[in-house]
């Protein structure tokens, strides 16, 4: 299943006026039912307590239906370590998703599917490319979500047809240089083709370095890691493990530099909730940030806008939202824009103006 924005928005346009039930467990040694059983308790109790009979009733029987799901949804012996479910009430419909990643453990009952574990999870894990630089040649690992898979591998020829030898150490270092080189084509066509957000250049500094300069304007993460190239892809992205949840970090914090920079210069940035919430209801949002840790309260309009608690325009009724970044993220994907959970280590800017901000369209 491809994990991505597409996947996302498709997510969202899973309505249903019932409801929709979302289950996410992560794989635990022993399983991890009881507190996901726990979860969808919590979720019959509510509606328990619900007023109309019929809705009630068609609920409850909608969640019972669903309690044998629970257990193959945290069997440890399945696939992913982080999956989860949606159900909507009415269509009878299921619609499973793994990751490699954790996606903590939840049940929620809303008009929608409830997205935001599953894009935290995604944030945390986004496609990136690492390529073992030596000697002998160039190996490219896909990495996404918690998924490794090897993709592409040159050797390199050192013995030059144009009279230069392996007894030549010079020119032994300029067909080399040559070789890697021709390495950055196939790096910067993967950066495309796969969508990574980031590529690690892995190897002697004095190599990755040559490759580097050879892929710019590209910014390639040089990372000064010996790796054998038989190593299993799973060992070597383990190897850079701490490396890669560094340059998460680290393009987080450059993003939200760069929201707040045209911000403050009134340019096509926004920082705070009541302007870039204005702004989200206009459709004029591109880029969605929101802090990874944040919470948010609020309501609806009659018009359909969301707005702060206690900001909506004198007289205008609303519904509550008591889960504002959620309904924040479905509008965001319901109108093309992008979302970014940002690292709670890179949160910057956003930290003094409510954990949200966006690069805008126009």
């Not at 597409?6 to 969202?12: A, I, Q, W, Y």
């Not at 008591?322 to 994907?333: N, S």
């Amino acid at each position: 299943m491809v994990h991505d924005l597409s996947f996302l928005r498709e997510l969202v346009a899973m309505k249903d006026e019932m409801g929709v039930v979302s289950l996410y467990a992560t794989a635990e040694p022993g399983g991890g039912a009881p507190a996901l059983l726990a979860e969808l308790r919590a979720v019959r109790e509510r509606v328990s307590g619900w007023p109309e009979r019929i809705r009630r009733a068609t609920v409850l029987e909608h969640l019972d239906a669903l309690e044998p799901e629970v257990a193959g949804l945290a069997d440890p012996a399945a696939p992913g370590l982080g999956r989860a479910l949606f159900a909507p009430v009415c269509t009878g419909e299921i619609r499973r998703a793994a990751l490699q990643v954790p996606v903590g453990t939840s049940a929620v009952l809303e008009p929608t599917p409830y997205v935001r574990p599953m894009l935290t999870a995604m944030a945390a894990s986004a496609p990136a490319g690492v390529a073992v630089v030596r000697r002998e040649g160039v190996r490219l690992i896909d990495y996404r979500y918690g998924l490794v898979e090897d993709i592409h591998r040159s050797a390199f020829d050192l013995d030059c047809d144009d009279g230069c030898g392996p007894r030549e150490p010079h020119r032994l270092e300029e067909c080399l240089t040559r070789c890697l080189h021709s390495a950055a084509p196939e790096i910067s066509n993967r950066v495309g083709a796969l969508r990574w957000s980031d590529v690690l250049l892995v190897g002697d500094p004095k190599l990755t370095g040559v490759v580097a300069e050879a892929l710019r304007p590209l910014d390639a993460v040089q990372i000064g890691v010996t790796v054998e190239m038989g190593l299993p892809a799973g060992e070597v992205v383990a190897r850079v493990a701490g490396e890669l949840a560094g340059v998460r970090v680290r393009r987080d914090a450059e993003l939200v530099r760069r929201v707040a920079d045209l911000a403050l210069a009134g340019g096509r940035g926004s920082l705070g909730l009541t302007r870039t919430l204005g702004l989200l209801n206009e459709g004029r949002v591109d880029c969605l940030l929101l802090d990874e840790n944040g919470r948010w309260r609020g309501g609806r309009g009659r018009d359909g806008f969301l707005y702060p608690a206690g900001l909506a325009p004198h007289g205008m009724e609303t519904v509550e939202e008591p889960d504002l970044g959620e309904r924040m993220i479905e509008r965001a994907l319901e109108s093309r824009a992008e979302v970014m959970m940002v690292h709670g280590e890179a949160v910057g800017a956003l930290a003094a103006h409510d954990g949200v901000g966006a690069l805008l369209r126009w």
